[in-house]
């Protein structure tokens, strides 16, 4: 079962998702909301696992012929976009900094994102 049916959907949502995750990457740190969630220790890595889950999930989705060389693809290219985010959030985002524990966030939540879509997405082969 498909997370929705229509191609141009499933792309929409991958697109749409890819584009709040940009947005919310690179707020700048005093432009993020307060929150009594933010003193939950180590929330900032909870909210990059979720991003990244969600992103791959719906960027697997979105293709139309999926393989497990092109989730794979899907995989490292969800890692490679989160370092590059922590690059632009060392140099272009006021208030933010590179940390190397997004970027293992990132990947943890990149990699869970595709294994749920090959868990409860259509199966493949």
Known sequence: MRFTTQPRTRLWLAVGWFLLTTLLL???G???P????VNIPNFDKIVHVGLFAVLSFLAVNALTQ???????VVALMAIIYGTIMEYVQ???VAYR???GIDIIADAIGAIAGVLLWLQFGKKIM
């Open 66 to 72: 999926p393989t497990y060389f092109k989730i794979s």
């Open 30 to 32: 005093n432009a993020l």
């Open 26 to 28: 690179a707020m700048p």
């Open 97 to 99: 900094s590179f940390e």
């Open 34 to 37: 307060k929150t009594n969630l």
């Open 90 to 92: 060392l140099h272009l």
